[in-house]
């Protein structure tokens, strides 16, 4: 007993000799000992709380975590993660656990996970417009209580169960980011733990390098406890349009009607004459029937029907099932987009799962889609052999006045800046159907193959577990700004404490 005693008081730090014998184990108690120590929250396989915790999202990729933490403090998450560096444990803070590749899982077995529902506070200043957001919100929570707090917005993705974390550190898109940016551009400072369990404030003028990291890898450098956010007055009243049409359809159409639609709605998305910031939309194609567009005006209905759809609408086929364009207050638009009665989500507790393979395509500003590529698009999924159901959403970032354009690398550590289109292709049920995921892959390579000449990259909060760390780091980042990021990781994270399959230094 008194040998076990001495061991529980150095805690991981053990004698070599003794992870030689049977590493997983001693690596597990030397981690509790730890834990135990300190007094922080933990669910272990054990636990009959574990396995609903360890659920991710995308239960296509489930991993069992050594540990799941769930912090209420921030001294839980400096403990946390001190004891996780001396052990040799990987650790993967988990937002709204909705990483396509369940990273917030540790995109392995055997990692800590550190999830942050009880950190689910918002608070807004009406003074200075600044919401301090926990690391833990839901977007939906979020939007909500800004709003009832003093009528404010932020820009952001529609799915209210995504959380602040991931979403806001990788990018963060929705039909108001052209106006006002990804949710990333929003923050203004950040409380962070770091890879030696320090505890700092970094924004703009304090801890400056590490600021610009988290903001497009906070998953290799630290966990946010609390995001300061610039939010914008939310706007009275914003125009809802959505167009649809089932003659458009794939399989059901020709490939010209569908190529020149879609050449259309590009011409129209790069015409500074009638398009400016106040502008977003998407190309919606469902596996059955449908081929929508839908998008966001920040103007009047009666200004976008008039100056507007007759030249978004010229030439092409008129729509025949979808024809809306609605004036709607912020929280109902929010509402509509997030396709549920309100865009409140619990708390703590959060059990909704999806099993899909998703992918995207980041299409650059200067080349758009060619011909060739939407025609190859089409013959790849009008052969109507899809192992599952799919969608697709190609969504407009780019375009004259976005304000997504107006940042570079040196802003943040984020990339992203000069797509036209950025293409998601979801399948859906996976477990199922694993076929799925080849076949997805083959759509992403029946657009890039036919477009040889361009450099095509991937969305960042789109994190496709396909692709090899080298691959994605040059998808997500490019060869320049890994490098800064590596060099980086190096000096904050050199024992890669915080990681994932795809890390900065996996
Ligand atoms: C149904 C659905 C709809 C979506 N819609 C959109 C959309 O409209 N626009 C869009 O841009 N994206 C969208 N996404 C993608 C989404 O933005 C990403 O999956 C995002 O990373 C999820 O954030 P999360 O906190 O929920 O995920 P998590 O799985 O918790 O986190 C993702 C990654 O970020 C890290 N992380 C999480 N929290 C923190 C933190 N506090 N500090 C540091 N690192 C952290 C995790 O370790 C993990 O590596 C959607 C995803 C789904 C499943
Ligand atoms: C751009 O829009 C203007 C105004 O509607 C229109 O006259 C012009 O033809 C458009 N240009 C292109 C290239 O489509």
């Known amino acids: 007993m008194k040998v076990l005693g001495a061991l529980a008081l150095v805690g991981c730090i053990l004698p070599h000799f003794v992870f030689a014998q049977d590493s997983t184990n001693t690596v597990q108690a030397a981690t509790q000992d730890c834990l135990n120590s300190k007094d922080v929250p933990v669910y272990w396989m054990s636990s009959p709380e574990y396995s609903e915790l360890a659920e991710p999202f995308n239960l296509r990729l489930e991993y069992k975590p ?21 052990c040799g444990v990987k650790v993967q803070p988990r937002g709204g656990g909705h990483s396509y590749a369940s990273y917030s899982s540790g995109g392995k077995d055997g990692s800590m996970v550190i999830n942050l529902e009880e950190l689910h506070e918002v608070k807004l200043d009406t003074a200075t417009g600044i919401a301090k957001v926990g690391g833990g919100v839901r977007l939906g929570n979020m939007a909500q209580k800004i709003y009832d707090q003093g009528k404010r917005a932020l820009p952001h993705g529609t799915c209210p169960g995504v959380g602040i974390g991931g979403h806001a550190t990788h990018g963060g898109y929705g039909y108001t980011s052209r106006t006002w940016g990804y949710a990333l551009d929003t923050i203004v400072a950040v409380d962070v733990v770091l890879a030696d369990g320090s505890l700092v404030k970094a924004s703009f003028d304090e801890n400056a390098d590490i600021f610009w990291a988290l903001r497009g890898a906070a998953d290799s450098f630290g966990i946010i406890l609390n995001f300061y956010l610039k939010t914008e007055p939310a706007p009275d009243s914003l125009t809802f349009f959505q167009f649809g049409w089932d003659n458009i359809a794939v399989p059901g159409s020709t490939k010209d009607t569908f190529t020149n639609t879609f050449l259309h709605f590009q011409d129209f998305a790069t015409n500074a ?123 407009l970032y780019g375009g004259p006045g976005s304000a997504i354009a107006t940042k570079d690398t040196d802003f943040a550590a984020y990339r992203e800046r000069d797509s036209l289109w950025v293409f998601q292709n979801y399948g859906e049920r996976a477990n199922a159907n694993p076929g799925i995921v080849p076949w997805i892959n083959g759509m992403n390579d029946a657009v890039i193959n036919a477009q040889p000449n361009t450099e095509f990259g991937a969305y960042l909060n789109y994190v496709d577990p396909s692709y090899s760390a080298q691959e994605a780091h040059r998808l997500y980042y490019g060869h320049e700004l890994y490098a800064r990021l590596l060099a980086f990781k190096k000096k904050y994270d050199p024992k890669n404490v915080f990681w994932n399959p795809q890390a900065i230094g996996a």
């Open 273 to 395: 004459s009638v398009v400016d910031d106040r502008i977003a939309f998407g190309v919606n194609l469902m596996y059955d029937d449908h081929f929508t567009l839908s998008g966001t005006f920040f103007g009047s209905a009666a200004e976008f029907n008039q100056a507007i759809k007759p030249e978004l609408l010229r030439g092409v086929p008129t729509p025949t099932v979808i024809n809306t364009v609605r004036d709607m207050e912020w929280i109902p638009y929010l509402i509509l987009f997030g396709g549920a009665d309100d865009i409140t989500e619990p708390e703590t507790g959060y059990d909704e799962h999806d099993d899909f393979f998703a992918k995207s395509i980041t299409v650059p500003e200067s080349d758009g889609l060619s011909k060739a590529a939407l025609d190859s698009f089409y013959d790849y999924i009008s052969a109507g052999d899809a192992p599952s159901s799919y969608f697709v959403i190609v969504n």
């Open 66 to 86: 050594l540990v799941i933490v769930v912090p209420t403090t921030a001294k839980h998450v400096q403990d946390a993660v001190s004891c996780a560096a001396q």
